[in-house]
């Protein structure tokens, strides 16, 4: 059973910064992409990053591009996004989800395994 789990949220203040971890588990796939959306009270779900472990090609949403960086931990089932210079319309809640192919797709429906989420509050 594929299980997905997030942590790293909280509370940081504009400007500042904060990393994710992601780590998924309970499966043997060769290639596929782990990656994060994040959900803002009364908005819809949107595409923040994403990594492939073909060749460790990533991709970033053009709202964080720049200030967000995602990268593999000891092992490519783990994954860190590192978020730098916060702002208040980064406060949302951050899930981590995969899929069993190589290839990159910055749409939600993509993406059968999620995490619970863990919540990101940027303070003004």
């Known amino acids: 059973e594929v299980h997905v789990v997030e942590s790293g949220g909280g509370l940081v203040q504009v400007g500042g910064s904060l990393r994710l971890s992601c780590t998924a588990s309970?499966?043997?796939?060769?290639?596929?992409?782990i990656g994060w959306f994040r959900q803002a009270p009364g908005k819809e779900r949107e595409g923040v990053s994403w990594?492939?472990?073909?060749?460790?090609?990533?991709r970033y949403d053009d709202d964080v591009q720049g200030r967000f960086i995602i990268s593999y931990g000891s092992s490519k089932n783990t994954v860190y996004l590192q978020m730098n210079s916060l702002k208040p319309e980064d406060t949302a809640v951050y899930y981590c989800?995969?899929?069993?192919?190589?290839?990159?797709?910055?749409?939600?429906?993509?993406?059968?395994?999620w995490g619970q989420g863990t919540l990101v509050t940027v303070s003004s």
């Open positions: 309970g499966f043997r796939w060769d290639h596929y992409v």
């Open positions: 990594i492939s472990s073909t060749d460790g090609s990533t």
């Open positions: 989800a995969a899929r069993d192919t190589g290839v990159i797709a910055p749409v939600a429906s993509m993406y059968d395994y």
